[in-house]
């Protein structure tokens, strides 16, 4: 009886230690899968082709690179990715906007320490976007884009409607002249969107105006108000373009300029590449409008960072540089327009593009600045693009749209 006993303790151990051995192989296989996922927004795939250019971009000099890629639409992602990156097999790499850092910075693991330890000048890349990843302190992103948004417009219309074309100075008054002689026809000489980044607050920045001082909202400024007011006009007033509808995407203005029912549209670079297929001669890209026709970027732009809860940061630290280097970034610029978020790389953007492109390109850089918010701007992204449509038809003023959200949203 007690030999039996015995065999039968060193059967379960032998078991038990069987069970943990496979079990440590699955958590390392696990760890691996993670630290090569990424959760990200896909919102088309045309999204999905410029992940994928990164990936290609490192393949060039190491084959055995691969990155899983999964997350939901662009509008979703900011709620879905709070849900996330709490489940078990999150990825440990996810992507954030330079604007959205500071509402993420929770699930975002600070990567001061990873980048000194890994002799990586965090330096090189561009100010404005490191500074809009720098949540209390600490950096939570390596961008890999810097991206002012920029005037795109169909060159064949300005030639048509015998309109010089913008380029390095614009004013608010002579677009809102263009866009008066540009709309006939069927045409809108513009178009805009619900959402207060098309393209409310790139005219805002133009004129040194933003939503967010020294930490805290600022929605209810004077000047910012009347800047939303103004694209409010171009609707509700001068008819040079029309009132969006709540749900419409931030596409559709870009739909319509790839339609060639829209003159002029302000978008991010990032587009660059598709706005122009099967229209590159007609495209051509100038300087947001401002009141004194200085260019001012309003610098978008997003990056890599780990997941709080990644089980191997050190790893995860590794893909992201890969997928960051002057190489890949130049790589990336090229093959999809990304403006990369080093000067280093500027080459590779410049690469095949018109030299008046990379001209308006560089200028907005260098009097860029980023759009820093807060933890609580998805509510105010939300609300601002439940209420704008409302302003464009003339229903509600700037002010009273502004001033709600200010009193309601924190």
């Not at 949540?135 to 169909?154: H, K, Q, S």
């Not at 509510?379 to 009273?400: D, H, I, L, M, S």
């Amino acid at each position: 009886m007690k030999l039996r006993r015995a065999a039968a303790a060193v059967l379960c151990a032998t078991l038990a230690l069987g069970v943990g051995a496979c079990s440590g192989k699955q958590s390392e296989e696990s760890k691996a899968a993670q630290v090569s996922a990424m959760y990200t927004w896909v919102s088309s795939e045309s999204d999905r082709e410029q992940w994928e250019t990164f990936v290609k971009g490192v393949q060039e000099t190491d084959k055995n690179f691969k990155l899983t890629i999964d997350g939901p639409s662009f509008q979703d992602y900011w709620t879905k990715v709070k849900t996330r990156m709490n489940e078990k097999d999150a990825p440990c790499i996810i992507t954030t906007q330079a604007a959205r850092a500071q509402e993420l910075g929770s699930l975002l693991a600070p990567l001061d320490d990873l980048a000194k330890e890994a002799g990586v000048d965090l330096t090189k890349y561009n100010s404005a976007m490191m500074q809009g990843m720098t949540v209390e302190g600490t950096v939570r992103a390596i961008p890999y884009d810097a991206e002012p948004m920029v005037l795109f417009y169909n060159r064949a219309m300005f030639a048509e409607a015998g309109l010089p074309e913008p380029g390095l100075n614009y004013t608010t008054d002579q677009f809102l002249s263009d866009a008066k002689a540009l709309t006939k026809d069927g045409v809108q000489g513009f178009a805009i969107a619900p959402d207060p980044l098309y393209p409310y607050l790139p005219f805002a920045f133009a004129n040194g105006n933003t939503p967010v001082k020294d930490g805290a909202l600022n929605l209810t400024d004077s000047n910012l108000v009347s800047d939303v007011q103004w694209v409010f006009d171009l609707a509700a007033k001068e008819g040079v373009a029309t009132a969006p509808n709540p749900a419409d995407p931030t596409d559709v203005p870009m739909q319509g300029f790839q339609a060639k029912k829209v003159a002029m549209v302000i978008e991010g670079p990032w587009f660059y590449s598709t706005i122009r297929k099967g229209m590159e001669s007609d495209v051509g890209v100038a300087v947001i409008p401002s009141k004194n026709g200085k260019p001012v970027g309003m610098i978008q732009g997003s990056g890599f960072g780990i997941s709080a809860k990644c089980p191997d940061k050190k790893a995860a630290f590794q893909n992201i540089m890969k997928m960051t280097t002057p190489e890949v970034l130049s790589y990336v610029g090229k093959n999809r327009g990304t403006v990369p978020a080093m000067e280093s790389a500027m080459a590779g953007w410049a690469d095949g593009k018109p030299e008046a492109d990379a001209a308006v390109m560089n200028a907005l850089l260098v009097n860029g600045q980023p759009l820093v918010t807060t933890p609580t701007w998805n509510e105010v992204v939300t609300k601002f693009t439940q209420y704008a449509p409302e302003g464009a038809r003339g229903g509600r003023t700037a002010e009273q749209i502004l001033g709600d959200i200010a009193s309601s949203v924190k």
